[in-house]
């Protein structure tokens, strides 16, 4: 067991910035790709607020097929082509989407997201898995939750 003591109603800069260095305490030295995702999806719902799905999906055969999550059960493969998640995974870019009915193409694995956060994972320059986060509330995420994930995603590059 694992007990860490992040306080979630802590400034976002603070609760990121221990979020990562549990997050390296939890992966460091662990070879295991599905391990680690599945210990950070379970860091990332424990202490950011007011989700109601997080985890991963990986690129596999050219299209993201599901990880590692916590929340209901997913929509298992998404072409690139489709989606938050696809577009990220596309562009290689942060997608931070305020009102995912507004998104062209958002696929509602559950109807209770209102906004979502989707940042790449990168090994090398190529894009190897996407870190996706709902939120049930419109408007949850800004630029700090963005660089809070991204941090995180620089972090798992080679431990995934
Ligand atoms: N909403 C995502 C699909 C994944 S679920 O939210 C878990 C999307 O549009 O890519």
Redesign the pocket.
């Known amino acids: 067991m694992y007990a860490f003591d992040i306080a979630t109603d802590a400034p976002k800069a603070e609760l990121y910035a221990e979020l990562l260095k549990a997050a390296d305490a939890l992966t460091a030295g662990e070879a295991d790709g599905i391990a680690n995702m599945a210990n950070i999806s379970a860091l990332i719902w424990q202490f950011v607020p007011e989700l109601n799905?997080v985890?991963f999906?990986r690129m596999v055969g050219g299209e993201?097929v599901?990880g590692p999550?916590q929340?209901?059960s997913?929509?298992i493969r998404?072409p690139l082509t489709?989606?938050?998640?696809?577009?990220?995974a596309r562009t290689g870019e942060t997608q931070l989407?305020e009102d995912?009915h507004a998104?062209p193409?958002?696929?509602?694995?559950?109807a209770a997201?209102r906004s979502?956060l989707?940042v790449p994972v990168k090994r090398d320059g190529v894009v190897i898995a996407v870190i996706?986060l709902?939120s049930p509330l419109p408007a949850r995420f800004d630029a700090e939750d963005a660089k809070g994930i991204e941090a995180l995603a620089n972090l798992l590059s080679d431990r995934i």
């Not at 193409?105 to 559950?110: K, N, P, R």
């Open positions: 799905w985890g999906y993201l599901l999550f929340g209901k997913a929509c998404i489709k989606g938050v998640c696809g577009a990220a989407v995912v998104f193409g958002h696929i509602a694995c559950d997201s979502e989707v996706d709902d």
